[in-house]
């Protein structure tokens, strides 16, 4: 980067907000400024904030309240007067903004006379690759969401079998809801925050990111997804099962067992130098294989419709995409593993794991069993 051209941020937006907190260390539920050049960063917060940040942010990093440079009343709430200021505090003088910038103000800037462009390259490509302190981050979300995992299959395993094949546990029917709740208190424990847990049975598991409610049934396919956000550091963890309460039908057996041969066949590729789109396609061929078609039906998508995988760091997803995205794995690379099948009228089933790829493969960040039938 030129010495006489920043980059500013805008916290609020995706991935401008993780982008700040990976090159400063801070973030805050309000929306402030980062500017960063050639020789550091500068923040940008409110006068509230700025004990935190001055203790939070990565050494090097400038904090500034607006008031620090020079702008009062409201002036000092108003990001077209505060980017200037910080630009003059900085040496700067032209401007490249990442593409999820606000456009009213980017117009504002460029009235008031600010060379600015849009920056086309990814602010923090090296994301990518993650540090040993960053993985060691992701395995501790990793594994609060496999004791998640594992307390909600006990809770659906343990259940009983009424009638009409409704589950119960106690007197009362086992919900979706009830087993969310349950894995939410479980990454209570871990520090973590659940968001958009999956627990979603039979037809409802067929439309990927479907949360699921209502009650649980037994002979059905049931998704459960968590991906869990520690509070402390913002790292992300991700896993996938399914399983079924009771005898699956000999279909739905079929379905579970080819998800799980695409995933242990996809895991075996998985190494350094490898493009991503052999692995997906790997698991496009095992299900063709296996007689399991991916088309549209009535109107509605059905078979493998989503990416094998993607990346996981502290936004849920990230690069390197496993898919057609052409991305060469690196070591460092931490991404999951989860094709899935899905088709109205007999069920869903996704299997995933996140690995950190290796010198020699990959490894689990955490492991955790996968069972189908919970007899």
């Known amino acids: 980067m030129n010495k006489l051209t920043g980059l500013i941020l805008c916290s609020g937006s995706f991935p401008s907000t993780t982008n700040i907190h990976y090159l400063s260390g801070f973030t805050a539920p309000d929306a402030f400024l980062y500017l960063k050049t050639a020789t550091g960063g500068l923040l940008c ?191 992300w963890g991700d896993i996938t099962r399914t399983v079924c309460r009771g005898p699956a039908f000999p279909e739905l057996k079929k379905l579970y067992n080819a998800v799980k041969a695409a995933q242990l066949s996809a895991l075996k590729m998985v190494k350094p130098g490898i493009c991503a789109d052999e692995i997906h396609r790997n698991c496009c061929e095992i299900f063709e294989q296996r007689g399991f078609q991916t088309e549209e039906k009535e109107g509605r998508h059905v078979g493998f419709i989503h990416g094998t995988g993607h990346g996981v760091g502290l936004d849920i997803h990230e690069s390197p995409r496993v898919g057609k995205s052409g991305e060469i794995l690196e070591v460092g690379n931490v991404i999951t593993i989860e094709p899935g099948l899905y088709y109205p009228g007999l069920g869903g089933v996704r299997i995933e794991d996140t690995v950190v790829v290796t010198e020699d493969g990959f490894r689990f960040l955490a492991s955790c069993p996968k069972k189908f039938e919970l007899l």
């Open 45 to 235: 917060v409110s006068p509230m904030e700025k004990g935190r940040a001055c203790s939070q942010s990565t050494p090097g990093t400038q904090v500034f309240t607006p008031q620090d440079l020079g702008l009062s009343g409201k002036k000092a709430w108003d990001f077209s007067e505060q980017i200037p200021a910080l630009m003059k505090q900085a040496g700067v003088r032209r401007l490249r903004v990442p593409a999820d910038f606000p456009v009213g103000l980017f117009k504002t800037l460029e009235k008031k006379g600010i060379r600015i462009s849009v920056e086309k390259k990814p602010v923090c490509p090296e994301r990518k690759v993650k540090t040993a302190a960053e993985i060691s981050k992701l395995r501790k979300s990793q594994r609060a969401a496999v004791a998640a995992m594992k307390a909600g299959i006990e809770l659906i395993g343990s259940s009983r079998i009424g009638k009409n094949g409704v589950l119960y546990k106690g007197r009362e029917k086992l919900t979706s809801e009830r087993v969310r709740q349950l894995i939410h208190k479980t990454l209570i424990d871990y520090d973590c925050s659940g968001v958009e847990t999956i627990v979603a049975g039979g037809d409802q598991g067929t439309d990927p990111h479907e949360r699921g409610s209502g009650p649980l049934f037994a002979g059905q396919s049931i998704i459960l997804d968590i991906f869990p956000r520690s509070e402390k550091t913002g790292y």
